[in-house]
């Protein structure tokens, strides 16, 4: 059974940092980090490729940062200059062949 697992959610004040972590239990071709806040459809953060490609949702560009460590099939996200609007639980997606496998989510909360 595939798993993936997150960590580094947590509380933090606007302008603030925070870093996610997901691990998967086997390779994924693409890794990526999506969002749901309440009341709210979940929406792309940002994704990358085995390769390295990487594509973000324009509210993060220039504060979020996508990484991947092939070698620990994991995936990183570097969350800079945080705003009360990127409040949210936060899913790790490992994609292999037609399979997308998600994460249990990790809560991320802004104060202002």
């Known amino acids: 059974q595939v798993q993936l697992v997150e960590s580094g959610g947590g509380l933090v004040q606007a302008g603030g940092s925070l870093r996610l972590s997901c691990a998967a239990s086997?390779?994924?071709?693409?890794m990526g980090w999506y969002r749901q806040a309440p009341g709210k459809q979940r929406e792309l953060v940002a994704t990358?490729?085995?390769?390295?490609?990487?594509n973000y949702a324009d509210s993060v560009k220039g504060r979020f940062t996508i990484s991947r460590d092939n070698a620990k099939n994991t995936v990183y996200l570097q969350m800079n200059s945080l705003e009360p609007e990127d409040t949210a639980v936060y899913y790790c997606?490992?994609?292999?062949?037609?399979?997308?496998?998600w994460g249990q989510g990790t809560q991320v909360t802004v104060s202002s």
């Open positions: 997606k490992g994609t292999s062949g037609v399979w997308n496998y």
């Open positions: 086997r390779s994924m071709f693409s």
């Open positions: 990358i490729s085995t390769g390295g490609s990487t």
